[in-house]
Nanobody, 132 residues
């Protein structure tokens, strides 16, 4: 089974930068490997719905960002190392939350990229706390 493990969270000050990683292992039930999946980062704050942050096409070429992080976040996928990364700069208190990576088998063109239910595999999440 495809497994995703998130890491890199922590406590930072507003204005700081942070890098998150997601490491994949195994294969999906369909037999597909991580390098064929479209992947994304979401975040969740208690009492709120899971929020889309950024997505990247399986090849790593195309990206999509939430307006709230555009210009401050960079998502990247390393298919050789089966990893997904999220680099965020100029962090704000509202960026705090549990960040999880997610992988989708659907075609990039068929996806909105922003809906959690489009993704079949999820990391366990890593906590990001931003102190003001």
């Amino acid at each position: 089974q495809l497994q995703l493990v998130d890491s890199g969270g922590g406590l930072v000050q507003a204005g700081d930068s942070l890098s998150l990683s997601c490491t994949a292992s195994g294969r999906a039930f369909s037999g597909r490997a991580f390098n064929t999946f479209n992947v994304a980062w979401f975040r969740r704050v208690p009492g709120k719905e899971r929020e889309f942050v950024a997505a990247v096409r399986w090849s790593g070429i195309s990206t999509v960002y939430a307006d709230s992080v555009k210009g401050r976040a960079t998502i990247s996928k390393d298919n050789a190392k089966n990893t997904l990364h999220l680099r965020m700069v100029n962090l704000k208190p509202e960026d705090a939350g549990v960040y999880s990576c997610a992988a989708a088998e659907r075609s990039w063109e068929e996806m909105s990229k922003r809906a959690p239910d489009e993704y079949q595999y999820w990391g366990q999440g890593t906590q990001v706390t931003v102190a003001s």
